[in-house]
């Protein structure tokens, strides 16, 4: 390595290092903000680090919206939102036409709206937009370009992800074309458990009227982006490439996958899920096992249909074996703290802590979870204790 490309790899380590930070403290701001919702909101950021986009689908009032403006709130960027029905002209979302110059010069020239210009884009209700407009943003979401089909014009927009919003998933032929565009596509579910709905009131209320700082540019992202691409072919351990590692450790899980019934495309396989799990590896570390992990995390937002989730769960809980369990166990422990039920939550992280790692022996990669497991565990058992030392200073 040259003396100029070390320098450029230390640089990219230190700036790598700030921006991590920013992005880790986006992610816990926007899980206060949002109850329940930890997985997704990984998602969404590692999209944002890939510059690819998302589609959020779920019956009405399940914070689609909400999850996106407070993200919004939180990235120093230029946000654009609109609403779309299927009488929403192109005029309406794109911009009208300066009728002084049609006039005057006989010439259409179009006064684009603010969409063009912004950074992250929110379409609700995406779907439902009508064909003129499914045209143009077939375009956006490609290249980041419009046809003007009345000026003949180019334009090239500044755009970085577009968050689209929806109801249901569109069964439409013109319509499928549209949702494939979407790297990460992800599921909301309603929740009737009372515990769930008190911590939904609480969350809400607890952040109302919260003036919250910027965290992070939309050109630090950006720069994210930069050595995420750079960090393709970085090699993480023993001269092995992460291409190297998705192509040994996770591709015969996408085929396994395939032959299962989810539909995963070659899109997305070559190009989409190569940058987004690069970019889980930019937050959470450049190891082998994060490469894989990733996958695991993720591969729930890389789903077509709804149904499909059912082959997914069943599918983690046959690659997890006993760690199944554990994982259970530590969503129960979270949902305990959270309800304050403290004693409870303490004995499923001890019977976490106690597990058996010699099970996993004959399933390596399985260990690194475990460790991640473990971590979270660690984490949560130190603040049930802080809080049972507070209560016992108050006694």
């Not at 999850?67 to 709130?73: D, E």
């Not at 930019?282 to 149904?307: A, C, K, P, Q, S």
């Not at 069943?314 to 690659?319: A, P, Q, T």
Request: charged share 30%.
């Amino acid at each position: 390595m040259t003396k100029e490309k070390e320098e450029v790899k230390q640089q990219n380590e230190i700036d790598l290092n700030t921006l991590r930070e920013k992005m880790l403290k986006l992610e816990r701001t926007l899980n206060d903000f949002v109850y329940g919702y930890e997985n997704e909101i990984k998602a969404i950021l590692c999209a944002l680090i890939a510059g690819e986009h998302v589609v959020l689908i779920s019956p009405p009032g399940m914070a689609k919206s909400y999850i996106v403006y407070n993200l919004a709130k939180l990235v120093e960027c230029k946000f654009f939102s609109y609403l779309l029905t299927k009488f929403t002209t192109d005029v309406e979302l794109l911009g009208g036409f300066n009728i002084k110059k049609l006039l005057t010069e006989g010439k259409f020239v179009r006064n684009w709206s603010e969409l063009i210009s912004s950074d992250i884009v929110f379409l609700d209700e995406i779907f439902k937009a009508n064909s003129a407009i499914l045209n143009a943003l077939l375009s956006i979401l490609n290249e980041r370009i419009i046809h003007d089909n009345y000026t003949g014009e180019i334009i090239q927009t500044k755009i970085w992800t577009v968050f689209g919003a929806s109801n249901e998933v569109p069964e439409e032929d013109e319509l499928k074309a549209l949702y494939d565009r979407f790297a990460v596509r992800i599921f909301l579910f309603d929740n009737n458990d009372l515990n769930v709905l008190a911590n939904i009131v609480d969350y809400y209320w607890k952040n109302f009227n919260i003036k919250y700082d910027k965290i992070i540019s939309i050109d630090e992202i950006k720069k994210l982006n930069e050595i995420m691409l750079s960090m393709i072919t970085y090699k993480i351990s023993n001269k092995i490439s992460f291409l190297d590692i998705y192509k040994q450790e996770v591709l015969p899980l996408i085929v396994e996958l395939r032959q299962k019934g989810v539909f995963i495309s070659r899109r997305t396989i070559a190009q989409k899920l190569p940058k987004l799990l690069c970019s889980y590896c930019i937050l959470y570390g450049f190891t082998y096992e994060n490469v894989t992990t990733g996958f695991y995390e993720l591969m729930r937002f890389l789903i077509n249909r709804e149904d499909e989730l059912k082959i997914i769960d069943e599918f983690v809980k046959d690659l997890y074996g006993e760690l199944t369990e554990l994982i259970e166990k530590l969503e129960k422990a979270k949902t305990a703290f959270k309800n304050k039920q403290l004693d409870y939550a303490k004995n499923l992280i001890h019977e976490i802590l106690n597990f058996d790692q010699s099970k996993l022996a004959n399933r390596p990669f399985l260990v690194q979870k475990y460790k991640l497991i473990c971590r979270e565990a660690e984490h949560l058992l130190q603040k049930i204790l802080k809080i049972e030392k507070m209560l016992s200073e108050e006694e």
